[in-house]
């Protein structure tokens, strides 16, 4: 919980699209690219300060190759050096304030002309265009600018709503209040919305209006998950069914666009109701979160249309650029082993497997027994789930604390983290030692 009150402290904009929402629209973008631009772009990221660590930590598939998985990694990496004191951070570039006045809603200019999104945008189209500027800018430009587009298109991005009870503007919603409830979400502390299942209940408490949508597109920390995301978006969305590709074509169209979604969809046009802090939060209307995520998925394949177009006009290389190798994966040549430690549970998902590691935390409640394996709650990497009608087949489970265990099953995921349900005591071995 306490946890989860963290999030919400964040400072302004800290989450942007989740992270995972990010890695979606770079997916979708990374496909729409060819063969030429694909090499061209993972040669200006080979100068990223964070190449080595994103190909270190790829687990290969047949889905998509390493290169694409850089690429998809490229995309979050300005959430991860969000004040933390690191040159290429700029916290005003994630956003325009345009502020909206209801009732009326008149356009007025974004407060921070030479510090916002559309200044940010403009500063990496120069960069991608200088074959002789510093590598590592090229490469870190190329990650803003994935980053940036797919920012554009969160319509709290473009938007603060200025009222009686938000004077200073609300700071694109997260000033703004909500309780999820009726509306057909229970995540009102943390904002857990998978990318199939939906929201799930953690807390019954106000959220940031902003945070609902940046989980709009997933929460996931499995890349495959997103990459196939992104072909479900991609085939509900076609170029051809886009008619804002031929009519909006810039960066700051794009932000007025939405900065109208902002009005219409977010706000729906100053009827929706907010509070200035948690307590007073009041319900979403019943389908606002369903036409929410159906904006969200749009909004996405747009920004993954655009970030190509983007790549394409923009990006500039000195001389040819060899073309990448293949993905050549395949199970047979390259076997999946059969036991990993806890750490390592996070590249396999879907896949059946025998997890290694020491119980440290034995949690009996109500409605669940988990075992945390390796670290307590909440920093385990892996944990083991059993449900009440199979307890009565583990016996004692107190038994397991501080013991090293194989723990085997298929990997699935629940809130962004590795986990198998164990239904049978012939799932856990204890192997000895302490």
Known sequence: MLLALGVLLLPRFAMAWSGAGHQVIAAEAYRELSPEFKAQVIEVLKAHPDYRKWQSAYHANASFDVFAYAFMRSSAWLNDIRRTGNKYDHPNWHFIDYPLRPPGFGLEPGPKPEDDVL???????????????????RAASLSYLIHLVGDMHQPLHCASL??????????????????????????????????????????????????????????????CMQWNYATEIDAKYSRASLPELATHRTPKEWSLESRELAIEKAYLRGELKGATDQAHAPSLPADYTKQAKQVAEKQAALAGYRLADEIKQYLKCAGAVPLLPANTFTAAQTPIP?????????????????????????????????????????????????????VGEFGALQKLKNQSVEISGTITEFRGKPEIILESSNQVKMVGGN
């Not at 200044?119 to 590592?136: I, Y």
């Not at 904002?191 to 940046?214: E, N």
């Open 119 to 137: 200044f940010g945008v403009a500063q990496c189209e120069k960069a991608l265009s200088d074959t002789n500027a510093d590598p590592e800018l």
């Open 162 to 223: 200025f009222t009686d009870a938000y004077p200073n503007g609300d700071r694109g919603g997260n000033d703004f209040y909500v309780m999820p409830g009726q509306g057909g979400v229970h995540s009102n502390l943390v904002w857990d919305y998978s990318v199939k299942s939906g929201p799930s209940l953690v807390a019954q408490r106000g959220v940031r209006l902003h945070s609902i949508w940046d989980g709009l597109l997933g929460t996931s920390a499995n890349p």
């Open 338 to 390: 059969k036991k990993i430690g806890a750490a390592e549970t996070r590249n396999y998902y879907d896949e059946t497997m025998v997890v290694a590691g020491k119980v440290v935390q034995v949690s009996v409640r109500p409605t669940i027994t988990m075992l945390d394996i390796d670290k307590p709650y909440p920093n385990s990497p892996f944990t083991a789930v059993i449900f009440p009608e199979n």
